[in-house]
């Protein structure tokens, strides 16, 4: 009897202790959708991939140097003709 009451304790805290309590940095409220195109053929005029992503309300818990930094990354990702490819020119030149 004694050895049970142990295990449901400890079977208790371990838990509690393999899953941290999440911290909130967002919230996500409303509709939201996200749109995959990818071209099957290069004969088709545009893009190879295009997606459109549509977020009905984000809350945000951040400050103002992490919302900055946040700000910047969206920017980089909505701007792709603004890569690097020094990489791919070394590859070719191998």
Known sequence: MQDSV??????HHSNLSLEPDPILFGKLAGRQEIRLKLKQSEGVMGPKVDLEVNLGSLTTF?????FHVLIELLHGLATPDLED?????FMQNK
């Open 6 to 11: 142990i295990n449901d304790k400890t079977s």
């Open 62 to 66: 951040l400050s103002a140097r992490q």
């Open 85 to 89: 490819t020094r990489y791919w020119k």
